[in-house]
């Protein structure tokens, strides 16, 4: 009997620390299928808004909108359509190579789950 509940100790443990190992992986701001919780990248063509970094306070938007953001030169396009509510440094989401300062971005609730 003891040695079933060890295995099933052992099993446990090695459950987690597989599931930890898996989360650590995948990064830390993304959900298991590799998205990001922030939303996604997208053409500048569909930016509602365009935010100069540099001379810009930290913005709110709506949940959703997508923004354009400059930096000297450089410029990537972001709709916020992952999880609402939150507040999203620019640097967590910029392309490699993007030139950032740390920027804050409040994104509101997403709609459907307002009650």
């Known amino acids: 009997m003891r040695s079933i509940q060890s295995l099933k100790a ?3 443990f090695g459950l987690t620390t597989l599931s ?9 701001d993304t959900f298991m299928n590799g ?7 997208t ?6 808004r365009i935010v ?10 709506a949940y959703g909108e997508t923004v354009t953001f400059r930096s000297g030169g450089q410029q990537f396009s972001w709709t916020f ?6 507040a999203v440094d620019v640097v967590k989401i910029a392309p490699a ?15 459907s789950t307002r009650r």
């Open 52 to 61: 100069d970094i540099a001379s810009s306070a930290p913005i709110n938007i």
């Open 97 to 111: 190579g993007f030139a950032a300062k740390s920027f804050a971005v409040f994104v509101g609730r997403d709609p």
């Open 35 to 41: 998205q990001s919780y922030y939303g996604q990248p």
């Open 20 to 28: 930890l190992a898996s989360y650590a992986a995948n990064g830390a």
């Open 43 to 48: 053409s500048q063509a569909s930016a509602a």
């Open 81 to 86: 359509n992952g999880l609402g509510g939150r």
């Open 10 to 12: 052992a099993t446990m």
